[in-house]
């Protein structure tokens, strides 16, 4: 079973052999300072905005965020586009991705009886780099497991209605690549992901190993990791340009 993170703690560890440095806390903004100290940085965001910006090479999307610069750091802003009113079987659908997750998970159903809280977030902090760029970013973790000596990975909870052989194309064209983006940009080493049926019941579970799911795809020339890293680089230096 994967652990479920409850911890706010605000203490974080600097690993200085690693490519990035993970600070386990809830509230990225705190973190600025203490950061600046330490390093001279290009660029600051959520993960959701890189996202955005590599899924781009492949999906027409429509997002926005803002930017400002500041003391030489670039900060993107998180910015939502306004939504239409969801309907009942994308409710379910909401419902059915977080009750995987108490399923997945243990230690997520709590002594009241209540499961996840979909309003609670943890935070990893990610020094990172994306071509030239050096990135500071915070991103939302679904969970933790950890190997037979202890060590502990993070890893990313999806779910899918069961695949069919019309729809095997879709996801891996579209799906994957949401997977494949979410978790390399973050470190995340593997993808647990539920395929469900049409009234929700769980039919089986697939992990991926993040660094295969391209080699999945690649036969078949739906889409190229190197390709939304690229062209996120570009997007980047014409930013700052």
Known sequence: MHKKFKSTSSEYTFCGKMHYCQLHICYFGMLCLEFLIMYTLLLQTYRNNLNKILATAYLKDPWKMGVHK????????????????????????????????????????????????????????????????????????????????GRRFYVELKTSRELEYHTVEKF?????????????????????????????VLIRTERLRTKDITQKVKAKNYWQGGVCLAFADEVLCWLYG
């Open 172 to 200: 891996e064209r579209e799906k994957l690549l949401r997977f494949w983006i979410q978790s390399f940009l973050a470190g995340v080493s593997y993808v647990v992901v539920g395929f469900r049926n049409d009234a929700g």
């Open 70 to 149: 500041r003391n030489g750091v670039v900060y993107l802003d998180v910015h939502k586009l306004p939504e239409r009113p969801q309907s009942e079987i994308e409710r379910r659908r909401c419902f059915w991705g977080y009750s995987f997750e108490n399923l997945a998970t243990e230690n997520s159903i709590d002594e009241d009886g209540s499961g996840i809280d979909a309003n609670v977030e943890y935070c990893s902090v990610i020094k990172t780099k994306l071509g030239a760029h050096r990135i500071v970013m915070g991103a939302e973790m679904d969970c933790c497991d950890s190997t037979d000596d």
